[in-house]
């Protein structure tokens, strides 16, 4: 009788390392002892101050560019603990011409994008415009460049990745003035429903925290702080 072969498990190649640039837009900058033990830490790091805006560059060999940026975050931490990421760059709205420089096209080339006059049309609309200047979001294009892929292409989840992460440092920035508490509540629940999305295995510690706002006193009908609680809360 044949003797059976137990089935080879085949995992996927793991990524080769690449260079992973980017920028840490910083709450402060470092004194001596801090940029000391970050460069103790990296070599591969820059501060500087940009417009009165302090910063850390950094070009890492990584994978990716979450492992790259998460790992720089954690370096910094150890080495600043004092010092919060406010942001990170590349922007996440990005011009005609920005748009031209990522995909190695030329400019005409993104205008005609834009105008429909090549490529198979609708193109997405700008996120906003400044000073007369459209300027549109990059996990869009992104997202517009990779159609007909099965999967999302790295660029795109590049680009939602660093979307998600500045959107979650925004709230990290504001929280200290939001001193209304439907405001604070409203903003956890929020944060808590995001992390039952992007974590399932906590769901049901979650659940057991339950959301800030089951008793606090809302009108049924509108969603609204009950009227004799409002001055109370505001």
């Not at 900058?29 to 910063?55: N, W």
């Not at 748009?99 to 205008?111: E, Y």
């Not at 508490?181 to 903003?187: C, F, M, N, S």
Request: charged fraction near 25%.
């Amino acid at each position: 009788m044949p003797t059976l072969k137990k089935a080879r498990t085949v995992r996927p190649a793991a990524a080769e390392p690449q260079t992973q640039s980017f920028t840490l837009i910083l709450s402060a900058e470092l004194d001596d002892e801090q940029a000391e033990r970050l460069y103790e830490r990296c070599e591969d790091v820059t501060l500087g101050v940009r417009a009165g805006t302090p910063y850390a560059a950094f070009d890492r060999e990584a994978p990716s560019i979450p492992v790259a940026i998460a790992s720089a975050m954690r370096d910094l931490r150890a080495a600043a603990p004092s010092v919060q990421v406010l942001r990170v760059e590349p922007e996440e709205l990005v011009s005609a011409a920005e748009i031209a420089r990522r995909t190695g096209r030329t400019r005409a080339s993104i205008s005609q994008l834009i105008e429909g006059a090549r490529g198979p049309g609708s193109f997405p609309a700008p996120h906003s415009w400044i000073g007369g200047r459209p300027l549109w979001q990059w996990i869009d294009v992104a997202a517009w460049f990779a159609q007909g892929q099965r999967a999302p292409t790295a660029e795109v989840q590049n680009a939602a990745f660093v979307s998600a992460l500045n959107n979650a440092l925004g709230i990290r920035a504001l929280a200290p003035k939001l001193t209304n508490d439907i405001a604070r509540k409203t903003i956890t629940s929020v944060v808590l429903e995001d992390v039952r999305l992007l974590e399932p295995a906590l769901a049901d510690e979650i659940n057991r925290i339950g959301s800030p706002l089951q008793n606090f006193p809302l009108d049924s009908a509108a969603g609204r702080p009950a009227r004799h609680d409002v001055a109370a809360h505001a």
